[in-house]
């Protein structure tokens, strides 16, 4: 397998770089954190409408560009580099894979194409409030009310859920447990009896938010594909945003080394730079083998799924999440280490990246929930 990128998509990263240095800087980060939104609606429109991101795989029947997943997997890169504020994870990680994973032809075609052009802000809601990570964790219900279906319960950590305006909800039939009743909706954000609550998270680039359906009617139209039978395709959904997922911790673990480097070059102790130092060596060596290892994990697993080699993918997903999950937050604790006190101010971004690492690891499952789902799959 060839892990080179081609001309092409090393002119797309390129672009990203550029781009994001300019609109993704310390001081745009920290605006968007303070703001409401958690991000500045004027840079996801030229994410979306100008510069076309929020499209790359989605394929051009549904408004997209038809990239594959190498190209999106190569932006989350760049993404995590930057700590990237903005709604992009969830509605093309989550959202979009969602529908183009389980939706109808009449559903990709209602939904995509305004989440190929960034208008639509698109989430997907699973995780109960036990927090786990398997087919246990969906709580809220599903019961047959009339021609739809009425939804009732609540679902936690849902990716900025405080703005979607398109929200992909797992919800089981009463009574029902484990995989067996599970269905997919797609729901309004603004759906009557559907309130929506931020939470307070460690880190302040990524805003999750607490979903509460009382009563909510969707048609039996919004139900994507069979009912109660939509676990093997949430897995998956889950599988593929684990992989951009893995991708971003790549990202952020490169800037924690360079952060490091660059820092043990300026920074004396005893009349000379720290980066002499045995010991900073020894820790920018083993991080920077970290590093390239989870690009390698990360950049396989995207190659897995853009050759659609379906029974690799269940393998190389909890691998590479696992690996670049203790990767990234491996490398931003060492890059903490080496700029000293400084490094969990305020006015350095170190902290920043450490905070990201170690919501990134919880995010859609830790690196010990990986492992055991690798093993289970496995058969060990």
């Not at 609540?154 to 979607?164: I, L, P, R």
């Not at 991708?247 to 490169?254: C, I, N, R």
């Not at 360079?258 to 820092?263: G, I, R, T």
Request: glycine share 10%.
């Amino acid at each position: 397998m060839d892990f080179a990128f081609n001309e092409e998509q090393e002119e797309l990263r390129s672009m990203a770089q550029a781009f994001l240095e300019d609109n993704s800087g310390s001081e745009q980060i920290r605006k968007a954190m303070e703001s409401e939104l958690g991000y500045e609606p004027e840079v996801w429109k030229q994410i979306g409408a100008e510069l076309g991101w929020t499209s790359v795989h989605i394929p051009e029947e549904y408004g997209g560009l038809g990239m594959s997943y190498v190209e999106l997997v190569a932006l989350m890169e760049i993404m995590g580099a930057r700590l990237l504020c903005a709604p992009f994870f969830s509605s093309v990680c989550l959202g979009a894979n969602a529908l183009l994973v389980a939706g109808s032809e009449e559903q990709k075609q209602e939904y995509l194409p305004g989440i190929a052009e960034g208008t639509t802000r698109a989430t997907l809601a699973y995780q109960g409030e036990s927090g786990r990570n398997d087919a246990s964790t969906v709580e809220v219900t599903a019961e047959a009310s009339g021609d739809g279906y009425r939804l009732n319960g609540k679902s936690a950590f849902v990716v900025d859920g405080h703005c979607a305006d398109l929200v992909i909800v797992a919800a089981r039939a009463p009574g029902s447990v484990g995989e067996a009743g599970i269905s997919l909706f797609a729901v309004p954000g603004d759906v009557p009896g559907l309130s929506r609550k931020k939470l307070p998270t460690v880190d302040q680039t990524r805003r999750l938010a607490a979903l509460d359906f009382e009563n909510v009617e969707v048609a039996a139209s919004a139900r994507l594909g069979e009912e109660g039978g939509a676990w093997p395709a949430l897995s998956r959904t889950l599988d593929l945003a684990a992989i951009a997922l893995a991708a971003e911790q790549v990202g952020g673990a490169q800037q924690c080394l360079d952060m490091a480097v660059e820092y043990a070059k300026e920074r004396e102790q005893f009349g000379r730079p720290i980066g002499s130092f045995q010991s900073i060596k020894h820790k920018c060596a083993d991080m920077m083998v970290l590093v390239e290892s989870a690009r390698s994990a990360a950049y396989y697993a995207g190659c897995t799924v853009a050759e659609e080699n379906e029974a690799e993918l269940v393998t190389v997903a909890p691998l590479a999440k696992a690996y670049c999950s203790d990767a990234y937050f491996k490398c931003a604790a060492e890059c903490i280490q080496i700029h000293g006190g400084v490094g969990f101010t305020w006015e350095y971004d170190v902290h920043l990246y450490f905070k990201r690492a170690k919501s990134s690891e919880s995010l859609l499952g830790d690196a010990a929930f990986h492992r055991e789902l690798l093993a289970q799959r496995i058969d060990l």
